[in-house]
Structure formats: C-alpha cells, structure tokens
C-alpha cells in the first residue's frame, strides 16, 4: 500500500460491475476504437476472465484496472503477453495510478517468466504514449491510418517491452 492508500491487487469476481463503471467512465475517442460500453454490462466472460486482471483500489473502491492476456493461443508465443484493457477513472488520473498499475503488470509478467510485454496505442493518444515510454516501452512499429476516427485517419502504434535480454 501506498502512503496515498492505493493498493494493487487482482481483480475479484464482483469486481466486474466497477470494471464496467470504469470503462464507461473511461471511455474518450482518443483513446479507444469501439463505441462507448455501457455501464450495467456483464463484464467478466469466458474471453474476459478475473484472473487476467490487476486492479488499483483507493479508500474500498476500484478505481483502474490493467488487463494482460497472451496474444493468441499459440503454445509457440506463451512468452509474449499483451496489455489489452487499460484504465482509470477520470477523477482519480494525476495521481500516479496508471504508471503503478503498469509496474504492477510488468512484475507479474516477470514473475510468470513472460519474456516480452505489447501494447496497442492509438497515435493520437500523446498521454497513454508518454506513460508506456516512461515504463520502458517502445514503437515496435507503426500501422499507419489504421483507423478512421471523428473524420480523421489515425496510426495504431504498436509498443513493447521486453522483461529479459534477448540472448
């Protein structure tokens, strides 16, 4: 726990409806590509499981998560896991619960001996880009207009980190 209160943990099953609350609240067209989830949805799943999940807590309530999964089924790619899900409240943002969220994902990746940590990040997303380039993420690549968003076609820049050396 942090001197502010926040502590990490991993998600619960009744986590979900806070989960979902988050990424209602969340939701901006800078950062995401699908339309806006509702706030009363089901939200763990047979592709959305708890366990994928870290949560950060302030004063008894979720205020931002960080979901990592592995990137396909592949046995052959076990050692690659990839964030997809993201998020904290607005009113909790300016307080550092992004960067510990992601720390706490880079551990657990490090201690499931995953090799290498990826990310999709809308180019347009100058914030989330800053943060995953102070975490230690780079552009792997860049698919270029990869989206057409509010009228304007935007980059899906592919970011990664790799948790050993590469011998």
Do not use: C, K
Not at 2 to 12: C, M, P, Q
Not at 36 to 54: G, I, K, S, W
Not at 106 to 127: C, H, P, Q, Y
């Amino acid at each position: 726990m942090r001197s502010d209160g926040v502590t990490i943990r991993g998600a619960l099953t009744e986590d979900g409806p806070q989960l979902a609350v988050i990424d209602h609240e969340a939701w901006s067209r800078t950062s995401d590509v699908l339309p806006q989830p509702a706030r009363d949805v089901e939200y763990f799943n047979e592709r959305r499981a708890p366990e994928q999940f870290l949560v950060a807590e302030s004063q008894g309530l979720v205020v931002g998560y960080v979901r990592q999964v592995p990137v396909t089924p592949l046995e052959s790619n076990r050692h690659i896991r990839q964030i997809q899900g993201f998020a904290v409240l607005p009113e909790a943002r300016g307080r550092g619960i992004g960067a510990l969220l992601l720390d706490a994902a880079i551990e657990a990746a490090r201690a499931d001996r995953i090799r290498r940590l990826t990310l999709r990040v809308l180019g347009w997303n100058v914030n989330a880009r800053r943060l995953y380039e102070r975490a230690g993420f780079t552009v792997d690549g860049i698919l270029p207009g990869e989206f057409h968003l509010d009228g304007h076609y935007v980059d899906d820049v592919l970011m990664g980190l790799d948790l050993v050396d590469r011998t």
